[in-house]
């Protein structure tokens, strides 16, 4: 499938700078017209010439152009563009985007833009798990930015980690699946609606520092939160230790354990009429916590563990229950346990996901999910979690309405 379409390509400094020349090459290949955006940074890694004979286009790096300011040059090149995609995006300029911030062309073009905004993150892996910077991914989320990558792997320090940008053949392939026009703002189908909403991991405490949990990053959760927002639902948010700023305007409850998320979602779940089971509670949980830090002594221990609590699954069985929405993370017969657990929790429905592929699950940015209810079934390919999160809350407030016409 071709892209052909305006892409402006914006190029901040990083060293997978040198991914952008290959980027050009593949969407002109593709049938796009491509200009270049370059910030003074960037062009220490990369020349200018290069991305220009490529592109078959001046490249652009100067807000005040004498000549290009007689026209407006940023306004031109913003209403030129059907899609603006900066690849790389540094840390430095993502808190720039984040806070409205235009000191330069390219923070000036992304303000102007009118088109859908796509940026692929590129920094060292300790400088993207940072809180801040999670905080400024988040408030571009919620701005409507779409986020591609950036993947695990090694890194030009030497280091190995999530922050490398998504090579440009995936960037090519994600752009050639998104719509044309930017997705419209999401149907009021909740219009005060109650929907509770548990989100990220939990955490088992062996002993004052140590805890079992799981690699859930909580995005999807909280992309969930945010689109029942503008479905025009009124959100509670029970949330396990995360990295992620909470949408403004809802109610959050932070817990720590799979007891304490039992516990909040229990005691909340009949004043709702929706409950969306995302969060990845553990399954075990520690029988004894040890008051000290336990010593590395023996060449083997055991920990003894016990079943927890099934939040899902006693929601479900409330006498005055909310429409019960539960998640399925599987590695293998993805269809037969996701039925499997349809069934036997009694939900309304459940979302399930593939974990341990190339693309989607925890930590990434990007999901797909296959959505089964009874006598139903439907697919939402992978895409942006916060796009694949707006899909499923207009699925669940679909069949949550038709169950209450019924």
Same mark, same amino acid.
């Given at each position: 499938m071709t892209i052909n379409r305006h892409i402006l390509l914006g190029v901040s400094g990083g060293i997978a700078a040198y991914k952008s020349a290959e980027l050009v090459r593949l969407l002109r290949k593709q049938g796009a017209e491509v200009r270049v955006v370059m910030t003074q940074s960037a062009m220490q890694f990369i020349s200018p010439l290069t991305l220009q004979a490529l592109s078959g286009n001046p490249v652009h790096s100067e807000l005040l152009d004498a000549d290009a300011e007689n026209a407006m040059g940023h306004i031109s090149l913003a209403r030129w563009a059907d899609l603006l995609l900066i690849a790389p995006t540094t840390a430095n300029l993502i808190a720039k985007l984040s806070h409205g911030l235009a000191d330069d062309l390219l923070?000036? /073009? $992304?303000?102007?833009?009118t088109c859908p905004v796509y940026v692929a993150p590129a920094m060292n892996q300790a +400088?993207?798990?940072?809180?801040?910077?999670?905080?400024?991914?988040?408030? !571009? !989320?919620?701005?409507?930015? +779409?986020?591609?990558?950036? =993947?695990q792997g090694d890194q030009a320090c030497g280091e190995t980690g999530f922050g490398r940008m998504s090579e440009p053949a995936a960037i090519c392939k994600y752009l050639t699946h998104t719509p044309r026009?930017?997705?419209?703002?999401?149907?009021?189908?909740?219009?005060?609606?109650?929907? /509770?909403?548990?989100a990220g991991p939990t955490r088992e405490p062996l002993d004052p520092v140590r805890y079992i949990t799981n690699r859930s990053s909580g995005k999807m959760g909280y992309a969930l939160a945010h689109a029942a927002l503008q479905a025009g639902a009124e959100v509670t948010l029970i949330s396990g230790p995360v990295t992620l700023a909470a949408p403004a305007n809802i109610e959050l409850i932070n817990v720590e354990t799979a007891a304490e998320m039992y516990e909040a979602a229990l005691s909340r779940a009949a004043d709702h009429a929706i409950y969306i089971g995302a969060a990845a509670v553990a399954d $075990?949980?520690?029988?004894? +916590?040890?008051? =000290? %830090?336990? %010593?590395?002594? #023996? @060449?083997?221990?055991?920990?003894?563990?016990?079943?927890?609590?099934?939040? !899902?699954?006693?929601? #479900?069985?409330?006498?005055?229950?909310?429409?019960?929405?539960?998640?399925? &993370? =599987?590695?293998h017969e993805l269809e037969v346990y996701?039925?499997?657990? !349809?069934?036997?929790?009694? /939900?309304? +429905?459940?979302? #399930?996901?593939?974990?341990?592929? @190339?693309?989607?699950?925890?930590?990434?940015?990007?999901? &797909?999910?296959?959505?089964?209810? =009874?006598n139903g079934e439907q697919t939402l390919a992978m895409m942006d979690k916060t796009r694949l999160a707006e899909e499923l809350i207009h699925l669940i407030a679909e069949r949550f309405n038709e169950k209450q016409r019924a």
């Amino acid at each position: 499938m071709t892209i052909n379409r305006h892409i402006l390509l914006g190029v901040s400094g990083g060293i997978a700078a040198y991914k952008s020349a290959e980027l050009v090459r593949l969407l002109r290949k593709q049938g796009a017209e491509v200009r270049v955006v370059m910030t003074q940074s960037a062009m220490q890694f990369i020349s200018p010439l290069t991305l220009q004979a490529l592109s078959g286009n001046p490249v652009h790096s100067e807000l005040l152009d004498a000549d290009a300011e007689n026209a407006m040059g940023h306004i031109s090149l913003a209403r030129w563009a059907d899609l603006l995609l900066i690849a790389p995006t540094t840390a430095n300029l993502i808190a720039k985007l984040s806070h409205g911030l235009a000191d330069d062309l390219l923070s000036t /073009l $992304y303000l102007a833009a009118t088109c859908p905004v796509y940026v692929a993150p590129a920094m060292n892996q300790a +400088m993207w798990t940072k809180a801040v910077t999670q905080e400024n991914i988040t408030k !571009l !989320l919620r701005h409507g930015v +779409m986020i591609i990558g950036p =993947e695990q792997g090694d890194q030009a320090c030497g280091e190995t980690g999530f922050g490398r940008m998504s090579e440009p053949a995936a960037i090519c392939k994600y752009l050639t699946h998104t719509p044309r026009v930017q997705t419209p703002p999401t149907v009021q189908h909740l219009q005060g609606v109650k929907v /509770l909403i548990s989100a990220g991991p939990t955490r088992e405490p062996l002993d004052p520092v140590r805890y079992i949990t799981n690699r859930s990053s909580g995005k999807m959760g909280y992309a969930l939160a945010h689109a029942a927002l503008q479905a025009g639902a009124e959100v509670t948010l029970i949330s396990g230790p995360v990295t992620l700023a909470a949408p403004a305007n809802i109610e959050l409850i932070n817990v720590e354990t799979a007891a304490e998320m039992y516990e909040a979602a229990l005691s909340r779940a009949a004043d709702h009429a929706i409950y969306i089971g995302a969060a990845a509670v553990a399954d $075990y949980s520690p029988v004894i +916590m040890q008051p =000290e %830090k336990i %010593k590395k002594q #023996a @060449e083997q221990t055991t920990i003894i563990l016990q079943k927890t609590k099934d939040i !899902l699954a006693d929601v #479900a069985k409330l006498d005055k229950r909310p429409y019960t929405v539960g998640f399925a &993370a =599987e590695t293998h017969e993805l269809e037969v346990y996701a039925r499997d657990k !349809l069934a036997r929790k009694k /939900l309304d +429905m459940i979302a #399930a996901n593939w974990v341990g592929r @190339e693309l989607g699950g925890f930590d990434s940015n990007q999901n &797909a999910l296959h959505v089964f209810w =009874e006598n139903g079934e439907q697919t939402l390919a992978m895409m942006d979690k916060t796009r694949l999160a707006e899909e499923l809350i207009h699925l669940i407030a679909e069949r949550f309405n038709e169950k209450q016409r019924a």
